[in-house]
Antibody, heavy 122, light 112 residues
Framework: QVQLVQSGAEVKKPGASVKVSCKAS????????IHWVRQAPGQRLEWMGW????????KYSKKFQGRVTFTRDTSASTVYMDLSSLRSEDTAVYYC???????????????WGQGTLVTVSS | DIVMTQSPDSLAVSLGERATINCKSS????????????LAWYQQKQGQPPKLLIY???TRESGVPNRISGSGSGTDFTLTISSLQAEDVAVYYC????????FGGGTKVEIK
């Protein structure tokens, strides 16, 4: 069955960076796009961008452009989200999620990771 | 950016009764080229990630019970749970994908 398994919770100081991993299994990794979505406490879900696991193409939300980097390791069926210059407002649960459609990209998400809590605190 | 507004923020419904959640987009998400509404619904239970329920405004995801349905077009959409069950207690979110994705603020459904 399709699974996305994320790395564990992180506590970071303001100004630091965090890297969250998302390991996929149960499907052909290179055939789908993975999105990143975050959920701050009491806030709505917020889309951060996507990475095409096959060809490595990337799109970032303007809000995070310049501060976020997506990468992938096809040999490990894993994608990564790196967020830099952390501030308290970045405290959130970060999710990876698979686009339901292979082509064209449709932006509705059928499988989600369990979430990774990133806490930014001095 | 398209802003999604849900109402109510929360509702309490008796078991077996109907629950209705509304979602309004700041601009139409109906694409004229294919006559499809670029609108999805998710369910999020406490401590879990969101789960896709509905896409294209009314297409039920595999495994979603048929008591859950989506309707609407243009800027106004509704998620209906026809006969609320205990396992339906959750927060429900709408999401547009006409432009880059944005989500509603969520509606919390509880048992009365």
């Amino acid at each position: 069955q399709v699974q996305l398994v994320q790395s564990g919770a992180e506590v970071k100081k303001p100004g630091a960076s965090v890297k969250v991993s998302c390991k996929a299994s149960g499907y052909t990794f290179a055939n789908y796009v993975i999105h990143w979505v975050r959920q701050a406490p009491g806030q709505r879900l917020e889309w951060m961008g996507w990475i095409n696991a096959g060809n490595g193409n990337i799109k970032y939300s303007k809000k995070f452009q310049g501060r976020v980097t997506f990468t992938r390791d096809t040999s490990a069926s894993t994608v990564y989200m790196d967020l830099s210059s952390l501030r308290s407002e970045d405290t959130a649960v970060y999710y990876c999620a698979r686009d339901k459609e292979r082509q064209p990209l449709m932006y509705y998400l059928d499988y989600w990771g369990q979430g990774t809590l990133v806490t930014v605190s001095s | 950016d398209i802003v999604m507004t849900q109402s109510p923020d929360s509702l309490a419904v008796s078991l077996g009764e109907r629950a209705t959640i509304n979602c309004k987009s700041s601009q139409s998400v109906l694409h004229s080229a294919n006559n499809k509404n670029y609108l999805a619904w998710y369910q999020q239970k406490q401590g879990q990630p969101p789960k896709l329920l509905i896409y294209w405004a009314s297409t039920r995801e595999s495994g979603v019970p048929n008591r859950i349905s989506g309707s609407g077009s243009g800027t106004d959409f509704t998620l209906t749970i026809s006969s609320l069950q205990a396992e339906d207690v959750a927060v429900y979110y709408c999401q547009q994908y006409y432009h880059l994705p944005s989500f509603g603020g969520g509606t919390k459904v509880e048992i009365k």
